[in-house]
């Protein structure tokens, strides 16, 4: 089976702290996400990345990086936390499978609160 | 991307046949239809893709119009456990390799199943 695995579980974060947050794949999928999720909101993607040291913004991409040195590792970044990014965070990988197109399989979620 | 509508809620009994269907009227020619399902503190998890007619696998069916405006995920006999949050996607889950356009999936506000004992 398909392994997505985010680094923390839980985190609470103070205001202005650089965050990171971890995600590693055991597939070998090209493809890495990470979304958010929240109350009424759904998901919406922030970041994506398609191939090492590449990267596409998603809808909400403002107030967070991404880093993809590795194929099996996608980061995600935010450089100075605010109350606002208090939110669940999703990992997500999928691989490209031509005509049969692809599925996406996620992490279990990092809870991130910022106080 | 094609934008998807689906009921925000649904109430069902456990045993009976659940339905819960999608609209997406601006579906794209290649764009294939996918359904999650999202437990409550947990990543959703894939059921179901399809691009025409009909899917079934071990856990449940999509029906898909002719006009593919639609679809419909059929959940048969459900119980307590199914329980969740469904989600339905349209996309090019190809997308064009290396374009950065790849696999990106746009995820509505899905529709909460409840099932009652």
């Known amino acids: 089976d398909v392994k997505v695995t985010q680094s923390s579980r839980y985190l609470v974060k103070r205001t202005g702290e650089k965050v990171f947050l971890e995600c590693v794949q055991d597939m070998d999928h090209e493809n890495m996400f990470w979304y958010r999720q929240d109350p009424g909101l759904g998901l919406r993607l922030i970041y994506f990345s398609y191939d090492v040291k590449m990267k596409e913004k998603g809808d909400i991409p403002e107030g967070y990086s991404v880093s993809r040195e590795k194929k099996e590792r996608f980061s995600l970044i935010l450089e100075s936390a605010s109350t606002n990014q208090t939110s669940m965070y999703l990992c997500a990988s999928s691989d490209f499978q031509g005509a049969r197109g692809n599925t996406i399989y996620f992490g279990e979620g990092s809870w991130l609160t910022v106080v | 991307l094609a934008k998807t509508t689906q009921p925000i809620s649904m109430d069902s009994y456990e045993g009976q046949e659940v339905n819960i269907t999608c609209s997406h009227n601006n579906i794209a020619t290649n764009d294939y239809i996918t359904w999650y399902q999202q437990f409550p503190s947990q990543g959703p998890r894939f059921i179901i893709q399809g691009y025409k007619t009909k899917v079934t696998n071990e856990v449940a069916s999509l029906f898909i119009p002719a006009d593919r405006k639609s679809s419909t995920l059929s959940l048969p006999r459900v119980s307590l456990s199914d329980t969740a949050v469904y989600y339905c996607?349209?996309?090019?889950?190809?997308?064009?390799?290396?374009?950065?356009?790849?696999?990106?999936?746009?995820f509505g506000q899905g529709t909460t199943l409840q099932v009652k004992p």
């Open positions: 996607l349209v996309g090019d889950p190809r997308g064009t390799h290396g374009s950065g356009n790849t696999g990106k999936l746009i």
